[in-house]
Each structure stands twice: as C-alpha cells, then as structure tokens.
C-alpha cells in the first residue's frame, strides 16, 4: 500500500479547517486540505451565511413596514421564494469557489472525499476514484458539529426541521413551532416569522438567549413578542408524533401539558459532535463524554501529532473561534508558543435588533463573585440611533472597579455586531475606561455609545446626566 507524504492534512473546511491549512500554506508547509462536501463547512453552507443572508431579507421587510409611521409607506411584499433562495444560494456558491480558487494560489491540495484515520500518522482518503492513504507530520481536526436531534424528536418527518432544511425555505408554513431559544431559534424564528409564518417559540429556560445579560436580551424578547405569536419561556417540548399533515407536540409549561398541532418544527437544540466514523479509537485522541475531542490550551489531543479546532473541541460552536484556533494550532506546529488562553471571543445574535458581547457578562460576574461597576449608555440618547429609527438598544460597559480596565462589552442594537469588534480590541489591550472616553468617536454614529457609556461611567456624558463622581469615587 503506497502512502503518500505530506507536512500537515487539514479534515474539514469549514472557517476554522480552510484557515488553518491557508495559513499553515502561508508559512511554507506543504499542505491537504480533505473535504467531503462543498468547501466552507456548515458555516459558508447551512449556517452563518444563508441565515444571514435570509436575515438581511426579512429585515428589509421589516423596516419597510415599520417606516410608515414616518412618512413613506411601501405595499405588502410580494416574496418570490425561488428568486430569495436562488439569490442566497448563489452567494453560498460565490465564497465556496472563491476558497477553492484561493487554495489553489496557495498549493494547498483540495481532496474531496471522507477522512478514516488508521493510526497515528496515516489517513485513508476514500474519494469517488477510489481511496488513498496518506502520511503526515501533523494532522489537524477540524470536521465540526450538527444539529443535535433528541431522540424523541427524531420522527424522519420532513415537516420536523434542522436548521440545515430551516435555511432551504422550501415553503413559509403558516404555523411554525421553534423548539430553542438560543442563537438558531432566535434567528430563524426570526426569519420565518417576519417571511408570514405564525411562530410560537418554546424555550425550556426561564429566559430566551440565556447566555447574555438579561437587560440586554430584554429588548430582543420584546421585539420578538412583537413578530412571534408567541414566546413561552418555561416551556419544555417533551414529545412529537406524526398527525396526517400536522406534527402533533406534547410540551409542558409551568407544570401544565399542552398538546398541540404544527405546520412544521424547527429544533433548534444545541449541536453535537460529527467525531463518529473518524478512526479516532486508532489514534490516542481522547473524546469527553459528550463526544467532543478533548484539547489544551494548543489545541493539541493527547495524540502529540494531531490538532482539534472549532466545533469539534467544544465551548463556543462559532466560527470566529474555530479560525483563532486554526491560527494557534498552525503556530504550534510552527514552534511558537501559541496559545488559546485569555483570548476573547464575541459572541453575536444576528436577531433584530442585534445582541452582541464580549469579555465578561455581568451575570458571569455575579456568578463568580467578582466585583464590578456597570457603566450603560441608552440608545434613546443617541442622535445616530433615532436617525435610524432605532432606538431600542444599550451600550454596556463592565468595568474592574480599582484598575478602571474595562472586561466585558455588551451591546444591543442596530449594528451591534459590528460595533461589538470595537470592545474586543480595547479589552484585548488592557484597555482602561478612560481609554474608551478620551478617543474621539465619529459623529454621527452608533460607535459614539461605546464612548458615551465610559464617559457616563466618569458622570459626564454629555447627552445623558449621570452624577458626576468626586474625585475620590
Ligand atoms: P443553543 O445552545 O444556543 O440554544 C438551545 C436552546 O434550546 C437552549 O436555550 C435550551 O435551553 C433549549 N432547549 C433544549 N431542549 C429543549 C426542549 N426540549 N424544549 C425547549 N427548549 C429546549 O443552541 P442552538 O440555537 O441550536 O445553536 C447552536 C450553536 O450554534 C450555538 O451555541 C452557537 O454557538 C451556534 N450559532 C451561532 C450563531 C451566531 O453566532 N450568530 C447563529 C446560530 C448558531
């Protein structure tokens, strides 16, 4: 069996996989990258990108309609859903062929095909053609998650969706149940519901978006109170069954059953790991219990020539995540001291508005006993946010309290997503408050809310009053 020699094989190309071969190319290592699908992953191809692409969509609808109160009113909107799913299609299909163009400049060698690993240093290649085996110095894992289905859901019923179909909008049902109010229910519930869908979301929690700050979730709850039909929280969905052309679903909320029927289902649960059928039990990785392979702070297995990133190790499924991790995983093969540890990483929910965070939340403050000051800036206060009609937002600042470093950002908001990139590099760099309030923002924009939170955390922002603090405050 003839084994062909590479330095580094990268197994998956999602954001984190393509990134890493890209740059492990860019430093001179000869490089596969293996890939059983289109390239870009779930992220490019049935994730980050098609929702946002549906997303722009549904709130160009939405600010059409809400416009009218000032002065131009726009007719209902006539949706073409082959035309709107052609259009995202083709950008998924832009930015798959422009990775593979840019591989190509790189002399990264694309395999399409499905990885096995034998043992410790070689992987079998099975392609169309036929399969191949392949040596390497390093390996890194980068194959990624799925949605996770509970069995109890799992009916092998078209009308029981993933986010994977959710995104192929083959039709806007009239009553749509989301079952998860994280990220994915968030955002499609969103989509669906702003396309002419009756969306009812179940979220099993207390609260929707559970990871984020609850005054800063609450103006998203509030603007989806007004697009859902209904949000109940406290509801945990315990079983589905088939009824002719409906789903029939069984969910309790505070302590009461309902039983109910459904157009279609969205689950929208959490992900799980796609670590099965890899070989891992060849090599000396290690998974956790959950299936997820387990890392250090290096991104290194407990196999010392094989790497994990992204999905695949856990934490935060974002792709953002992933290519740091790529990036830190090719420094290490590269003998730099790289690592994962104290990095921050944004958390962003594309919903309308947007919610965006970085650094520490203050529940995770609280949690952990850790003293801060809060220092928030209302959007009512900002020129650039009632120019835009948009006036339901917040700027956050959590602040150490004797160092004046600020260690978490929290926006929501217009645009909270892009301006959330702003918090990441001032906390990256120790940034003080002081810091945030002496750099002069542009006027008129949204970013002037991240000064004006410093400036209220000193007691002189200028368009809200706050008490001044004496000096020795
Ligand atoms: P998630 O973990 O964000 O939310 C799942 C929610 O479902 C939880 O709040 C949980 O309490 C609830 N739940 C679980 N079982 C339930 C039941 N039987 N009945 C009612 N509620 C139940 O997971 P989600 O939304 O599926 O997203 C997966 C991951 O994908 C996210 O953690 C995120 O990392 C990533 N993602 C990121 C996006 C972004 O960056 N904008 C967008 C979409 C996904």
Same mark, same amino acid.
């Given at each position: ?11 998956? %190309?999602?954001?984190? &996989? ?23 992953g779930? !992220?490019?191809n049935r994730?980050c990108?098609?929702? @946002? ?12 309609q ?21 259009? =995202? ?5 832009k ?9 190509? $400049? ?6 399409? /095909? ?7 240093k ?10 191949k ?8 894992i ?10 109890a ?5 078209? $009308?029981?969706?993933t986010?994977? *179909? ?12 989301v079952? /998860?109010g ?7 519930g ?35 109170? @007004? ?17 002719? =052309? ?11 059953t =309902? ?5 279609k289902?969205?689950?929208a649960?959490?992900r799980? +790991?796609?670590?099965?059928n890899?070989?891992l ?39 953002h995540?992933?290519?740091?991790? &790529? ?6 093969? !590269?003998? *730099?001291? +790289?690592?994962?540890e104290?990095?921050?990483?944004? %958390? ?9 965070w !970085?650094g ?5 403050a609280?949690?952990k ?18 120019t ?19 260690l978490?950002? &929290?926006?929501v ?6 301006l ?16 945030l309030?002496? !750099? ?18 000193y ?15």
């Open positions: 069996m003839e084994k062909i020699k590479t330095e580094v094989i990268v197994v998956g %190309a999602g954001p984190g &996989g393509y990134t890493a071969a890209f740059y492990a190319a860019d430093r001179g290592k000869k490089v596969i990258l293996v890939e059983q699908e289109r390239l870009g779930v !992220c490019l994730g990108i098609p929702s @946002k692409a549906l997303l722009h969509a549904a709130k160009i609808i939405i600010e059409t809400e416009f009218s109160k000032n002065g131009i009113q726009f007719g209902p909107p006539q949706i073409d859903l082959e035309k709107l799913r052609s259009w =995202k299609d083709s950008i998924l299909l930015l798959s062929q422009g990775v593979g163009m840019l591989a190509q $400049r790189r002399n990264v060698q694309v395999i399409k /095909g499905r990885a096995y690993f034998e043992d410790s070689t992987v079998r290649i099975e392609t169309e053609e036929g399969q085996f392949y040596t390497y110095d390093y390996a890194i980068s194959v990624g998650s799925k949605p996770a289905m509970p069995r859901f799992d009916l092998g019923n078209p $009308r029981i969706m986010s994977t *179909e959710a995104l192929n909008v083959e039709d806007i049902p009239e009553n749509l149940l079952i /998860g994280g990220y994915i229910g968030m955002e499609l969103t989509v669906y519901s702003i396309l002419g869908s009756k969306v009812v979301l179940a979220e099993a929690l207390p609260s929707i978006l559970a990871g984020a700050d609850p005054d800063l979730a609450k103006p998203v709850a509030a603007r989806a109170k @007004k697009n859902f039909q209904e949000i109940r929280v406290g509801a945990k969905v315990k079983d589905m069954s088939t009824a002719g =052309k409906k789903i029939r679903v069984i969910m309790e909320v505070d302590g009461q =309902k039983d109910e029927l459904y157009d289902v969205l689950v649960v959490g799980a +790991s796609n670590s099965e890899l070989g039990e060849n090599t000396l990785v290690q998974l956790d219990e959950r299936g997820f392979i387990k890392v250090n702070e290096h991104q290194q297995t407990d196999d010392p020539n094989i790497y994990a990133i992204g999905d695949i190790v856990g934490g935060a499924m974002l792709a995540k992933a290519t740091k991790e &790529g990036r830190i995983a090719v420094e290490v093969i !590269c003998g *730099e001291a +790289s690592t994962f104290d990095i921050i990483i944004p %958390a962003v929910v594309f919903t309308e508005p947007e919610l965006a !970085c520490l939340t203050e529940a995770e609280k949690s006993g850790i003293q801060v000051e809060v220092s928030k800036f209302p959007w009512a206060a900002s020129g650039r946010a009632l835009f009609d948009k006036i339901d937002g917040m700027t956050k600042l959590i602040v150490e309290p004797e160092t004046e470093r600020v978490g950002i &929290g926006i908001g217009h645009n909270a997503g892009e959330i990139a702003e918090g990441v590099v001032l906390i990256e760099m120790g940034g003080t408050v002081r810091d309030a002496e !750099c002069v923002h542009p006027h008129p924009t949204l970013s002037e809310t991240l000064m004006e939170a410093a400036e209220a955390f007691g002189y922002a200028t368009h809200i009053y706050t008490r001044p603090k004496k000096p020795s405050e």
